[in-house]
């Protein structure tokens, strides 16, 4: 009884220890020669806390590694602010989780190296910032846990890191048109986001009309402000797979510029005009 | 004998300076707790039908805290862990399980989690402590036999504290999809990569599924406020689901996400996912020492807890009715003059939904009626269509980081529209 209630006190003083979020470089790679390919996971932990936001700079040795790509594909990351992308020697990406993240191993995007030359790697995550799920922005504790990888020795046959061949396309997606009179001028532009599992969206291709198909990020202007074409978007993934959506004319076309409609038109009043006139002869 | 005299004078000295105790009752439907006295030393007493705990420290009930450590002291009234909701995936002879974090009030937290395995629904069930972790692989499994799963929160004395709805799965080999050799048999049907969620929420309430943030399907709740819907044509990999629940006055309940990892092929079934309960006041300022009344949405004939913060945590309990409507009179005469929140969670036959959103109210010297809860999230709703989804988002991002954005993506007035422009979007996301 007597231990129990120490065992108590003690977990009734101390609930706050280890609360703070975690997030952590981790490599399943050992032994790594010099001209060997790895992978690096940026990994978060948010312990009680829940997190929507997260902003971050990661750093490496340039003289000793080599970056090789960077996978989100499969991250817990929904909307990018910033999406990764190497500047020197550093790794920067911000990004949200609507409704937050609240979990122990959330993957957030992942780093491939080739070792360049002998020594001790150290990557580091120089910045961090963690949002709370409360409406506020609040910031969350957080600590951090770089990475240390020890390169010793040339590889005779260098490790590659063979990607699983990706043969599916992106998921379906849904374009929307939009305007807003504090972006572009108050011009219609085109939303979208597709996901792409396996090896993550390459990049997106919009055609209007019958106009030439323009390579474009998520956030695109529309070229036609009648609206009254079908526009094509195309999510293209890193293995070239492509899935294609079609909006169709977001307006009804005049029906002076639809040839069926002038068409049936004209052949209705000629119609009736043979119609009257027979009626009128026959008086 | 010159303990004995010290020993005296301590007991004369703290009479002086003793605080007055109050007795107050605390009871629940199965015990009273009479003329209860805060002990020097934490401890923990159970019945087959009751828990009591009490707490170090301090001589009256309170919360004290800095910035290493916290003290929940005196009688831990209402303490609770909500419900995990647990998942689980099909794999060859495996079963891979993942559950959402049972969530602790006033310092009552889970240290491990013990999942238990049967071929029967509802048990009996053998249980492993798998230890703090939010996942664990089932193996060892045959193939075509139905298991069930459960996984409950145990606390720092090892003891189950809360047990999840019941989950099933049926591994499978990897090469049973395959027809068979030779038998002119016609090949099994490929399952597609699907995952299902089932719950409760609010009798017929709208409930919205996001994959990715993103609009995956819609369901609306039968009057029992269960609910079961199901996103197919998946990939493999890591997808963040989201649910939530809108109740009869249109009140949206907060987003549960839910991080799933799936597998090509195989159905991966989410059970025991609690909407929390909606809330909202009859006033937006109350007079100090009148009631106001605390309203709002959840399972039919649920017992719902009514957390209102003060300078200390008050917790009042009522009952949910038929239609899933509840609502209690709260007496204002021991907050103190402010601005207050109030939240609420239910407990429906031993499941416990984490608490939803919070409502807010001022105690003040006059009563104003509050305006109905708005329905479109203000404020992070740009294009003013009563949705937070990809436009509003893109929108925001169009002005990250530039200068002299429009007040309107400046939620914080920080003058710039940053990561917590977007955090703050990410809270009332609807997709």
């Known amino acids: 009884m007597a231990l129990s209630c120490l065992l108590f006190s003690a977990v009734l003083m101390f609930p706050a220890m280890g609360r703070a979020a975690e997030v952590t470089l981790s490599s399943e790679s050992k032994n790594i020669r010099v001209g060997d390919q790895f992978e690096v996971s940026f990994f978060l932990n948010t312990k009680d806390e829940n997190i929507n936001a997260l902003e971050s700079t990661i750093i490496f040795p340039q003289n000793l590694l080599e970056l090789k790509e960077i996978k989100n594909g499969n991250s817990i990351i929904s909307f990018w602010s910033n999406p990764p992308s190497v500047s020197g020697n550093q790794i920067n990406f911000s990004g949200v989780v609507p409704g937050g993240y609240a979990g122990r191993n959330g993957s957030v995007i992942s780093m491939i190296f080739q070792a360049l030359a002998e020594g001790v790697s150290a990557i580091e995550i120089s910045k961090i910032t963690a949002l709370r799920n409360d409406g506020k922005g609040t910031r969350a504790e957080t600590t951090v846990s770089g990475l240390k990888l020890a390169v010793a020795g040339q590889a005779i046959a260098p490790k590659t890191l063979t990607q699983e061949k990706d043969t599916d396309p992106p998921e379906e997606f849904l374009p929307a048109v939009s305007r807003d009179e504090t972006v572009f001028g108050d011009k219609y532009f085109l939303v979208f986001a597709a996901q792409d599992k396996g090896s993550g969206i390459d990049h997106y291709e919009v055609c209007e009309g019958a106009r030439e198909c323009v390579k474009t990020e998520s956030l695109y202007v529309l070229q036609n402000q009648n609206l009254d074409e079908e526009i094509v978007v195309k999510a293209i993934d890193k293995s070239g797979n492509e899935r294609v959506v079609a909006l169709p004319s977001q307006k009804l076309n005049s029906w002076y510029t639809n040839r069926l409609y002038l068409g049936i038109i004209i052949g209705v009043a000629l119609f009736a005009y043979i119609i009257i006139r027979r009626v009128w002869k026959k008086r | ?431």
């Open chain 2, 1 to 431: 004998m010159v303990k004995k005299q010290l020993l005296l004078v301590l007991v004369l000295f703290g009479s002086l300076i003793a605080t007055v105790v109050l007795a107050q009752e605390f009871s629940s439907s199965n015990f009273v707790n009479s003329n209860p006295v805060v002990t020097m030393g934490g401890g923990k007493a159970t019945s087959t039908n009751f828990q009591l705990f009490s707490g170090l420290s301090q001589v009256v009930i309170g919360e004290s805290s800095s910035s290493a450590f916290a003290s929940y002291a005196g009688f831990f009234y209402f303490p609770f862990v909500s419900t995990p909701v647990i998942s689980a995936t099909a794999g060859d002879g495996q079963a891979s399980l993942s559950w959402t974090s049972a969530v602790g009030e006033l310092g009552y937290n889970i240290s491990a989690y013990a999942v238990g395995k049967s071929t029967n629904s509802g048990g009996p069930y053998s249980f492993t402590n798998v230890g703090n972790t939010l996942t664990n692989t089932a193996t060892g499994l045959t193939n075509g036999t139905l298991y069930y799963f459960v996984v409950r929160g145990l606390d720092f004395l090892g003891d189950s504290v809360v047990t999840s709805s019941e989950v099933s799965v049926t591994p499978v080999s990897s090469g049973s999809v395959t027809p068979p050799i030779g038998g002119g048999g016609t090949p099994l049907p490929v399952p597609g990569t699907k995952v299902i969620f089932s719950g409760l929420a609010y009798p017929n309430a709208k409930i919205t599924l996001l994959k990715d943030a993103q609009l995956a399907a819609t369901t609306i709740a039968n009057a029992n406020a269960s609910f079961q819907i199901t996103v197919s044509g998946l990939s493999g990999g890591t997808y963040i689901f989201s649910i939530y629940g809108e109740d009869n006055k249109g009140v949206r309940s907060p987003l549960l996400n839910f991080p799933i990892d799936t597998t090509i092929n195989a159905v991966s079934t989410v059970n025991g996912v609690l909407i929390p309960p909606t809330i909202s006041v009859d006033k937006s300022e109350v007079k100090k020492g009148d009631d106001i009344i605390i309203f709002g949405q959840s399972v039919p004939r649920a017992e719902v807890t009514i957390a209102v913060s003060s300078e200390k945590e008050f917790f009042v309990k009522t009952f949910s009715g038929n239609d899933g409507n509840y609502f209690y009179n709260f007496d204002t005469t021991p907050l103190s003059l402010g601005q207050h929140f109030a939240k609420s969670k239910f407990d429906f036959n031993g499941q416990i939904s984490a608490f939803g959103k919070l409502v807010d109210f001022l105690v003040g010297t006059k009563n104003i009626e509050a305006e109905p809860t708005p329905t479109c999230p203000i404020g992070a709703d740009l294009n003013k269509d009563c949705r937070v989804n990809l436009i509003d988002v893109s929108i925001l991002i169009y002005w990250f980081d530039k200068s002299n954005p429009p007040a309107k993506v400046d939620f914080d007035g920080s003058g710039k529209t940053d990561l917590v422009d977007l955090s703050i979007m990410a809270y009332y996301w609807t997709g």
